[in-house]
């Protein structure tokens, strides 16, 4: 469904990726972990049409995505939650998930949408008329979850969804995460939680340094020595 | 006591105007961070709009605002395709700079070609109601301006409910806060950064016929109005045009009321000096958001 193929990205002189290809086919849950700064971002932003790659391909459905603009890309079905969430904290938590409809295609949906979002999270039903700024960031986390399905995506990307929360809340989140994934929707998931992220994914791939230098099953890769070396010794369980 | 009840009055009434003024400006200026000073001349552009019209074809001004509006903002489309989006794709930093000097050249441009093609002379409409007034008690409610306040209320009142409930105004608001987030919810961002301002540079050519009517228009109108327009925008704060519409009418009321009591000449002076008081006590303005 999607395919990258040798994608190379570069900030400046800077490099960021290179000939990086992965894969996600309908129906899959595919983690991509790696340190910071290995350009797990940079991955999704290029994919997202945020980033321009510099060579290489993404193919979505038949078609290259390389060269539209992003709001072009979520019009086909590829959704991106952004590090950070990024929401809109001015506005109310209705008016963010209703921005999520924006395009021609999830206009129509509107409301069996937000009923959908509504439904997968009940605390924002709560508070729908409050600014999305105001909100804890575990909720503000939904707000961008629920933003990013309001497009109505074939494939859900996340970046660091679990960043700065709380274990017990990105146990909720994973939860969710698997949830939305039986409605049919396929998840790319980035994260630094690699525990957490291997032992949700059907598959996973290691970044490092702007490369890939690992992938397979996701119990395989947690499983690999050395994975477990790199990013789950005790350092990596402290967090 | 009448006479300042009646300075009073004239500063609120003009004061309409330099909320209006400010109103085009602080969106393209809160949307695009981009501050845009040749805004004075294309509200003095709007002005000779309505002249013309009606010297040449007597079209009664508040008529022409029909046909000025709409050509003003197809400029601003223009204008932003061929100048602005340039620098918008800049970074924050350079982004202002940038467009200082990109307003400052066209605002020279506007300026010269206006002596060019409309002389340096000053003009003004005058209607069969422009000397008009209504007596209210002591003081006298002329006619024109009183109208063009309305016209400048149910203008910022349009533009605050395009903003709020308005699917493209949404649209225009979320790339004013993240435009990348904007983006990525499907939300075509240069097709919104094209519409806010053509709507800004409507806005200006709304209240350059405003002004036409009410006093005098020449090409050289241009950076007074900039200036009343910005001192209004770091008044208000960004983010809110009935904000910005207040912070018109306090402008105009502190200008009326210093002259009354100090002098004329001291008009001007009040401006600046509010200008500077706000921005060391409250730098994000009245209404904005810090």
Same mark, same amino acid.
Request: hydrophobic share 50%; net charge positive; proline share 4%.
């Given at each position: 469904?999607l395919e990258?193929?040798?994608?190379?990205?570069?900030?400046?002189?800077l490099?960021?990726?290179?000939?990086?290809?992965?894969?996600?086919?309908?129906?899959e849950?595919?983690?991509?972990?790696?340190?910071?700064?290995?350009?797990?971002?940079?991955?999704?932003?290029?994919?997202?049409?945020?980033?321009?790659?510099r060579?290489?391909?993404?193919?979505?459905?038949?078609?290259d995505?390389g060269?539209?603009?992003?709001h072009?890309?979520?019009?086909?079905?590829?959704a991106?939650?952004?590090?950070?969430r990024?929401l809109?904290?001015h506005?109310?938590?209705?008016?963010?998930?209703?921005?999520?409809?924006f395009?021609?295609?999830?206009r129509?949906?509107?409301?069996? @949408?937000l009923?959908?979002?509504?439904?997968?999270?009940?605390?924002?039903?709560?508070?729908?008329?409050?600014?999305?700024?105001a909100?804890?960031?575990?909720?503000?986390?939904?707000v961008?979850?629920?933003?990013a399905?309001m497009?109505?995506?074939?494939?859900?990307?996340?970046?660091?969804? @679990?960043?700065?929360?709380?274990?017990?809340?990105?146990?909720?989140?994973l939860?969710?995460?698997?949830?939305?994934?039986?409605?049919?929707?396929?998840?790319?998931?980035?994260?630094?939680?690699?525990?957490?992220?291997?032992g949700?994914?059907?598959?996973?791939?290691?970044?490092?340094?702007?490369?890939?230098?690992?992938?397979?099953?996701?119990?395989?890769?947690?499983g690999d020595?050395?994975?477990?070396?790199?990013?789950?010794?005790?350092?990596a369980l402290?967090? | 006591?009448?006479?300042?009840?009646q300075q009073l009055?004239?500063?609120?009434?003009?004061?309409?105007?330099?909320g209006?003024?400010?109103?085009?400006?602080?969106?393209?200026?809160?949307?695009?961070?981009v501050?845009n000073?040749a805004?004075? =001349?294309?509200?003095?552009?709007?002005?000779?709009?309505?002249?013309?019209?009606?010297d040449?074809?007597?079209l009664?001004?508040?008529?022409?605002?029909l046909?000025?509006m709409?050509?003003?903002?197809?400029?601003?489309g223009?204008?932003?395709a061929g100048?602005?989006?340039y620098?918008?794709r800049?970074?924050?930093e350079?982004?202002?700079r940038?467009s200082?000097l990109?307003?400052?050249?066209?605002?020279?441009?506007?300026?010269?070609?206006?002596?060019r093609?409309?002389?340096?002379?000053e003009?003004?409409?005058?209607?069969?109601?422009?000397?008009?007034?209504?007596?209210?008690?002591?003081?006298?409610?002329p006619?024109?301006?009183?109208?063009?306040?309305?016209v400048a209320?149910?203008?910022?009142?349009?533009?605050?409910?395009?903003?709020?409930?308005?699917?493209?105004?949404?649209?225009?608001?979320?790339?004013? =806060?993240?435009?990348?987030?904007a983006?990525?919810?499907g939300?075509d961002?240069r097709?919104?950064?094209?519409?806010?301002? *053509?709507?800004?540079t409507?806005?200006?050519?709304?209240?350059?016929?405003?002004?036409?009517?009410?006093?005098?228009?020449?090409p050289?109108i241009?950076? =007074?109005?900039?200036?009343k *327009?910005?001192i209004?925008?770091?008044?208000?704060?960004?983010?809110s045009?009935l904000?910005?519409?207040a912070?018109?009418v306090v402008?105009?009321?502190?200008?009326?009321?210093?002259?009354?009591?100090?002098?004329?000449a001291?008009? =001007?002076?009040?401006g600046?000096?509010?200008f500077?008081?706000?921005?060391v006590?409250?730098?994000?303005?009245f209404?904005?958001r810090?």
């Amino acid at each position: 469904m999607l395919e990258v193929w040798q994608l190379d990205a570069a900030y400046g002189e800077l490099r960021a990726l290179a000939e990086v290809s992965v894969r996600v086919e309908p129906g899959e849950i595919v983690a991509l972990v790696g340190s910071n700064g290995a350009g797990k971002t940079t991955l999704l932003r290029s994919i997202a049409g945020l980033t321009r790659p510099r060579a290489g391909r993404i193919r979505w459905r038949n078609e290259d995505l390389g060269h539209l603009p992003p709001h072009k890309v979520v019009e086909r079905g590829v959704a991106m939650v952004p590090e950070g969430r990024r929401l809109f904290g001015h506005m109310t938590v209705e008016e963010n998930l209703g921005l999520g409809a924006f395009t021609r295609r999830a206009r129509g949906e509107r409301s069996a @949408s937000l009923a959908r979002v509504y439904e997968i999270f009940p605390r924002l039903a709560e508070r729908r008329r409050q600014r999305a700024g105001a909100l804890s960031g575990g909720e503000q986390q939904m707000v961008a979850i629920g933003r990013a399905l309001m497009t109505r995506p074939a494939l859900l990307m996340l970046d660091e969804p @679990s960043l700065g929360l709380a274990p017990r809340v990105v146990e909720a989140l994973l939860e969710v995460l698997a949830t939305i994934h039986q409605t049919g929707v396929a998840v790319f998931l980035v994260e630094q939680n690699v525990r957490a992220a291997l032992g949700l994914a059907h598959r996973g791939y290691l970044l490092a340094h702007g490369r890939v230098v690992g992938e397979g099953s996701g119990a395989g890769l947690l499983g690999d020595p050395e994975v477990r070396r790199a990013y789950l010794g005790p350092l990596a369980l402290e967090r | 006591m009448t006479a300042l009840a009646q300075q009073l009055l004239l500063g609120v009434l003009l004061g309409g105007l330099y909320g209006l003024a400010a109103a085009g400006l602080s969106l393209v200026f809160g949307v695009l961070r981009v501050l845009n000073v040749a805004h004075g =001349e294309l509200i003095m552009l709007g002005g000779y709009g309505a002249f013309w019209l009606f010297d040449l074809f007597g079209l009664d001004p508040f008529l022409s605002l029909l046909v000025v509006m709409p050509l003003a903002g197809a400029l601003g489309g223009l204008l932003y395709a061929g100048l602005f989006a340039y620098v918008v794709r800049l970074g924050e930093e350079p982004r202002i700079r940038t467009s200082l000097l990109v307003g400052f050249g066209l605002a020279l441009c506007l300026h010269a070609l206006a002596v060019r093609l409309f002389t340096a002379d000053e003009r003004a409409i005058t209607t069969t109601y422009a000397g008009r007034g209504i007596p209210l008690g002591a003081i006298v409610l002329p006619i024109g301006r009183l109208v063009s306040l309305a016209v400048a209320v149910l203008l910022i009142l349009l533009l605050d409910a395009f903003l709020q409930r308005t699917r493209w105004g949404q649209a225009i608001r979320a790339a004013a =806060e993240d435009w990348e987030a904007a983006a990525l919810q499907g939300i075509d961002v240069r097709r919104a950064y094209t519409l806010a301002f *053509a709507i800004g540079t409507a806005l200006a050519g709304a209240a350059g016929v405003l002004v036409a009517t009410g006093y005098s228009v020449s090409p050289a109108i241009g950076l =007074e109005w900039t200036l009343k *327009a910005l001192i209004v925008v770091v008044l208000a704060g960004l983010g809110s045009a009935l904000g910005t519409f207040a912070g018109g009418v306090v402008l105009g009321c502190a200008e009326a009321l210093s002259a009354a009591l100090f002098g004329g000449a001291y008009r =001007e002076v009040v401006g600046l000096l509010l200008f500077f008081c706000v921005l060391v006590a409250r730098p994000q303005g009245f209404f904005g958001r810090p």
